[in-house]
T-cell receptor, first 114, second 112 residues
């Protein structure tokens, strides 16, 4: 069974440019998470979806970040415009809705803003 | 809001010796606790979890963790460390709001 798939793996952009990340969760998982991981730090939640509904987006910088999960499956995270401080690894994870279950992570997208 | 503390930045251990990685948590309601491992340029891999029941839980690759409610701790352990265990380890807690919060991580270095 395929795991969580993210693309691209790496992205280098100039500041002020837009960028988008894509995530395909594990089949049947209705909860999807986007995390940001800075170098040497733990993942920080940006947004959590239950099916197509964003149920926890309080830590998403809404002035420049947006996300969508159409049809409750794939998800896209967008940054527009990117800033130097956005350089990080963006991780997508998925799980069943039951909060006793573990989340499974993709390999992440490493974003470098120059 | 829930939080996790991993007090040590790096844990050094000789190969074959016992390995312990410390984690304490803060959460409202019943805690659901998880350990993940991250190898370079990889995503997080699930190791084990505590939901309820026996305070000692066993997971992948010979790892286990002990839940201590009175000390609000969930330390990760391995009786005999391998060089291949060198990686970044994260403790996480999920509370009543279903948010999964991670600690800052511990770098484990197993010395041959």
């Amino acid at each position: 069974e395929a795991g969580v798939v993210q693309s691209p793996r790496y992205k280098i952009i100039e500041k002020k440019q837009p960028v988008a990340f894509w995530c395909n969760p594990i089949s049947g998982h209705n909860t999807l998470y986007w995390y940001r991981q800075n170098l040497g730090q733990g993942p920080e939640l940006l947004i959590r979806y239950e099916n197509e509904e964003a149920v926890d987006d309080s830590q998403l910088p809404k002035d420049r970040f947006s996300a969508e999960r159409l049809k409750g499956v794939d998800s896209t995270l967008k940054i527009q415009p990117a800033e130097l401080g956005d350089s990080a690894v963006y991780l997508c994870a998925s799980s069943f809705a039951d909060r006793t279950t573990e989340a499974f992570f993709g390999q992440g997208t490493r974003l470098t803003v120059v | 809001a829930q939080s996790v503390a991993q007090p040590e930045d790096q844990v050094n251990v000789a190969e074959g010796n016992p390995l312990t990685v410390k984690c304490t948590y803060s959460v409202s309601g019943n805690p659901y606790l998880f350990w993940y491992v991250q190898y370079p340029n990889r995503g997080l891999q699930f190791l084990l979890k505590y939901i309820t029941g026996d305070n000692l839980v066993k997971g992948s690759y010979g790892f286990e963790a002990e839940f201590n409610k009175s000390q609000t701790s969930f330390h990760l352990k391995k009786p005999s460390a391998l060089v291949s265990d060198s990686a970044l380890y994260f403790c996480a807690v999920r509370g009543g709001n279903n948010r999964l919060a991670f600690g800052k991580g511990n770098q484990v270095v197993v010395i041959p």
